[in-house]
């Protein structure tokens, strides 16, 4: 079994940062790619970015230049930068990694519990 952790969300004005964490533990072999999403009040959960284990990244066209993802693969932890937040960047965000179990060798999608952040106007 594989747990995620997510950490770094909080209340922020606007035009402030944020700095998310997510944390990978358990039977792990590897990781092949981590993505942050976000689920808004009322709206469906939207990805945000993604990064494959060679460090390649990619972002939704409403963060790009804002946000930056990045990843320590020996930590299994994946970083969202967030700059220039806006109100509308107010969200759960969720970490999703794409995980090879160590034990059972199959590659499979987990997801952290979210964490919360507002950017307040």
């Known amino acids: 079994q594989v747990q995620l952790v997510e950490s770094g969300g909080g209340l922020v004005q606007a035009g402030g940062s944020l700095r998310l964490s997510c944390t990978a533990s358990?039977?792990?072999?590897?990781?092949?790619?981590m993505d942050w999403y976000r689920q808004a009040p009322g709206k469906q959960r939207e990805w945000v970015a993604g990064?494959?284990?060679?460090?390649?990244?990619n972002y939704a066209d409403s963060v790009k230049g804002r946000f930056t993802i990045s990843r320590d693969n020996a930590k299994n932890t994946a970083y969202l930068q967030m700059n220039s937040l806006k109100p509308e960047d107010t969200a759960v965000y969720y970490c999703?990694?794409?995980?090879?179990?160590?034990?059972?060798?199959?590659?499979?999608?987990?997801w952290g519990q979210g964490t919360h952040v507002t950017v307040s106007s």
């Open positions: 999703n990694a794409q995980v090879v179990d160590g034990t059972s060798m199959h590659e499979l999608h987990y």
């Open positions: 358990g039977s792990i072999f590897s990781i092949t790619a």
């Open positions: 990064i494959a284990a060679g460090g390649s990244a």
